[in-house]
């Protein structure tokens, strides 16, 4: 039997910059989900977005029914942000009072503030905002530890670890390990393994 | 994941992409045979076949255009295997011609074509809808609406396409392709269909004689298409307000329905073969309904055909709404949950059970500055566009620069100063630059330039670039060689040596092909900035037509080949805000590896954006940016 989720369909959004690994992070997070015997759909924007655009994934599980691959405006139960104005974006647009917020607080600058024309906010601005639109909010430097782990590019799974300390996520660390055995070997398995278990320490405490 | 679309594991259930289902259809159909051109939302699928080629026993090739493609998959059929052939919409618009001969043709072994269409254009220029194309050829066509169907579709279009003897169309969306959901696997066949030899009187001949034969194709299709499975109904006997839809449209209209709590009074009539229409399936859900709301991805053609349906059947009274009735839903722009919701609600009045959202006053809202696309860390596009620009400004007139299609194409925004004036489709760039450059014995002196990428060159700039010489237009032809078809994920083209299949072959030189032509060719590296400034302003003083090709590798490939080499900026040379400069690197030049320290007020470079060019420090006026081992150009 599958397990029942204490909100169905459980909607999950992955957001940041094109080039930071989440479509990656998402498929792998997605096939977790399926081995567990959930529906579960998976929406991505890309294509163009690799060009340091704008990349978002939806994610959506449930027991009964196979759903769309978009998520409705305000039903995000869970926002996991590669970067900070990226996750305030799609907060105004998918969070609601309940929704869980994690991100990482290392700026990716936009070209209009690289060239002068646009300022980049301030992460203490962000997160007010955030605070007021979401129940729960916590940045990870997620870039940072993965960095000190070994390599900038395993930030994503090093979120996706603290994604799956989030309560109400049914999915358990030997699940998601199950894919990343899939998927890499070698030293990249156990980078991967390690910056995942540091994400799912920092939400699980 | 390729492994899944050979896994010979039938019900077993995987996560599989849209585009991955349609390459595991077609395996389970045993093609042995598939041809494409790159182009978004479509590209992974030739990319998968490409690399299960070997394991799963078929040909896969990267074709120089899509008439190309499409012509090799009729060449394939004739010989009574079955070929898949993949193209995005904009593909479809270039291999008008062939579609329409191929279905008077008709076809031996199954052909299915997949079209991947792109509504709201997020990776192309235009959102056209391909539906009209098997319309107008006399086309079936499926749409699916999940990853399943998606790849049932396609290993039934080919049973399909036996059948009638005909092409079968498949329209993926942008959802679809590069959606993932739950997809149960069936049966590969043991051995793939092995070519039959074509017989002295065999024909396949594309000529009006056979027209009403092409047109009875459609007629059986409509046939067999009034009780397919793709096609089924959900919802209450006797629906008050009955919903069309097809493709994306089937879960936002159920999830909209649930959401409205409308499960009584509304039903929901899923198409998934869209052309020819099964008009007595539709005509009998219509009898019952007093309203119907369509609900499809781009334009209004599933309601405009049913429409006609209802214009020939008087005894239809009922209201029809949608994307032009009533202007229920947008006449432009990509479908979501939310605009199916809200068509609803404009319809019903019922209003779902309200979520707690917290709605911050506009004044009180953080502001957020827009993403622009922009080229890469390291492009070589960048360089060559502040080339371009460098050498109009000095350049004495107005220059015309004349865009295409590819990475470059974001020269027109902010990324390439602004910088084109004009962009059409594939190969128009030169084309448009042509005819401007002949208007010069009417007075107009206005340099021009027409710039196309190395796979936009193979694939449409050839013909253009012998109009051009043949009639010695006076313009500048620039080619942007980055030995890749990037923008869409670095697909091999004629250029490079690789096939789709990982063989190794001879590359082209698009060097000699315009030599052959008979243009003097100047290739230049876009990375010594101040050399082909110069080399660009020189050609631009010639008279007559001028070819440049400006060679260096796309950046992001080329970090994948070799170390990636430190760059930093030296705090002790960096001027700040006193140099003069005006944050030259960052403000100007505009890479994202480039990026200013507010709290120093120096320079910094990113490093885990940055990709080792080492292009701005030749650029740096105090000479304070750095690069290990030297500063040597990549």
């Not at chain 2, 599989?16 to 978004?40: H, K, L």
Request: proline fraction near 5%; hydrophobic fraction near 40%; include cysteine.
């Amino acid at each position: 039997m599958v397990k029942e989720l204490s909100k169905d369909p459980l909607n999950i959004v992955i957001c940041g910059v094109g080039g930071q690994g989440n479509i990656l992070a998402t498929e792998l997070l997605g096939s977790a989900f399926v081995d567990k015997g959930y529906f579960t759909t998976v929406g991505e924007t890309y294509g163009a977005s690799q060009r340091g655009g704008s990349v978002m994934s939806h994610v959506r599980i449930s027991v009964n029914t196979e759903y769309g691959v978009l998520i409705p405006q305000g039903e995000a139960d869970i926002i996991i942000g590669f970067e900070p104005i990226e996750i305030l974006r799609v907060a105004r647009e998918f969070a609601n009072k309940k929704t869980w917020v994690i991100f990482d607080s290392r700026p990716n600058y936009p070209l209009g503030v690289l060239i002068g024309e646009a300022v980049y906010p301030k992460i203490e601005d962000i997160v007010n905002e955030l605070e007021r639109l979401c129940a729960h909010v916590q940045i990870i430097e997620a870039t940072d530890l993965a960095v000190k782990a070994g390599n900038s590019q395993a930030a994503n799974i090093l979120l996706m670890g603290a994604l799956t300390a989030v309560p109400y996520v049914p999915l358990e660390v030997e699940e998601y390990d199950k894919v990343l055995v899939q998927r890499f070997k070698g030293n990249a398995l156990e980078l991967n393994r390690k910056v995942f278990k540091i994400g799912y320490d920092l939400v699980k405490k | 994941m390729e492994w899944m679309i050979t896994a010979n594991e039938p019900n077993k259930t995987y996560l599989m992409q849209g585009n991955e289902a349609i390459a595991r259809g077609a395996i389970e159909a045993g093609v042995s045979f598939a041809a494409a051109y790159p182009g978004s939302p479509s590209s992974e699928i030739l990319t998968m076949l490409g690399n299960v080629s070997e394991e799963a026993g078929l040909y896969a090739e990267w074709s120089t255009n899509e008439s190309c493609s499409l012509g090799a998959c009729l060449g394939a059929s004739f010989a009574k295997v079955r070929s898949l052939c993949i193209m995005k919409q904009n593909g479809l618009l270039v291999v008008g011609d062939v579609l329409h001969s191929a279905s008077l043709s008709g076809v031996k072994g199954g052909l299915v074509l997949v079209v991947g269409d792109d509504p709201s254009a997020h990776s192309s220029t235009n959102e056209f809808d391909s539906r009209h194309q098997a319309r107008s050829a006399a086309l079936p066509m499926l749409e699916p609406a999940t990853m399943q169907e998606a790849k049932d579709m396609v290993k039934w279009g080919f049973d399909l396409s036996e059948q009638l003897q005909q092409l079968v169309m498949v329209r993926s969306v942008t959802r679809i392709s590069h959606g993932r959901s739950n997809v149960k696997l069936g049966e590969i066949p043991e051995e793939s269909i092995k070519p039959t030899p074509i017989g002295e009187w065999d024909r396949m001949v594309a000529i009006n004689w056979f027209k009403a034969a092409q047109l009875n194709k459609l007629d059986q299709a409509r046939e067999i298409f009034e009780n397919s499975p793709f096609n089924w109904y959900v919802g209450p006997v006797d629906a008050e307000l009955l919903i069309i839809t097809c493709g994306t449209g089937w879960f936002y209209s159920q999830e909209a329905v649930e959401a409205l709590d409308l499960k009584e009074s509304v039903g929901i009539l899923k198409l998934g073969c869209t052309w020819p229409l099964p008009e007595k399936l539709i005509t009998k859900h219509l009898e019952k309904a007093k309203r119907v709301l369509v609900v499809e991805e781009v334009d209004p053609f599933l309601e405009q055909n049913i429409a006609q349906i209802i214009a020939y059947n008087p005894h239809l009274n009922l209201e029809l709404l949608g994307r032009q009735g009533q202007g229920i839903i947008s006449r432009s722009g990509e479908l979501n949950p939310d605009i199916v919701r809200n068509a609803l609600i404009n319809i019903t009045n019922k209003l779902p059970v309200e979520i707690e959202k917290v709605e911050i006053p506009a004044d009180e809202m953080v502001v957020l500055p827009a993403r622009d696309l922009t080229f890469c860390a390291g492009c070589p596009h960048r360089a060559s566009f502040f080339i371009l620009k460098q050498t109009l400004r000095i350049h004495e007139g107005q220059g015309v620069v004349m865009g295409d299609i590819g990475c470059y194409t974001m020269g027109g925004q902010r990324a390439g100063h602004y910088l084109y004036n004009y962009l059409g489709c594939m190969g128009a760039g030169i084309s448009a630059g042509e005819g401007l450059g002949q208007l010069e014995r009417f007075g107009f002196d206005q340099p021009v330039i027409a710039l196309a990428g190395d796979s936009t060159f193979f694939h449409s700039c050839i013909p253009a670039l012998i109009n051009a010489k043949y009639h010695d237009s006076n313009m500048l032809f620039v080619i942007l060689d980055n030995s890749a078809t990037a923008m869409t994920g670095f697909q091999p083209h004629p250029g490079i040596g690789l096939t789709a299949m990982g063989k190794t072959t001879e590359p082209i030189s698009i060097k000699n092909i315009v030599e052959s032509i008979g243009c003097h060719v100047t290739v230049a590296n876009p990375f010594e900035i101040e050399e082909t400034t110069e080399t660009v302003y020189s050609l631009l003083k010639k008279p007559g037509l001028k070819v440049l090709i400006l060679e260096q590798e796309c950046a992001t490939l080329a970090v994948r080949k070799s170390e990636k080499r430190k760059v930093w900026v030296d705090p002790d040379l960096c001027r700040g805000d006193d140099c003069g400069c005006g944050r030259f690197c960052s403000r100007v030049w505009g890479c994202p590896g480039n990026i200013w320290d507010d709290e120093t007020g120096k320079a910094v470079i990113d490093e885990v954006v940055c990709v080792g060019c080492g292009v701005c420090a030749t650029l740096c006026p105090a000479g304070a940016i750095k690069v290990e081992g030297g500063e040597a150009i990549g």
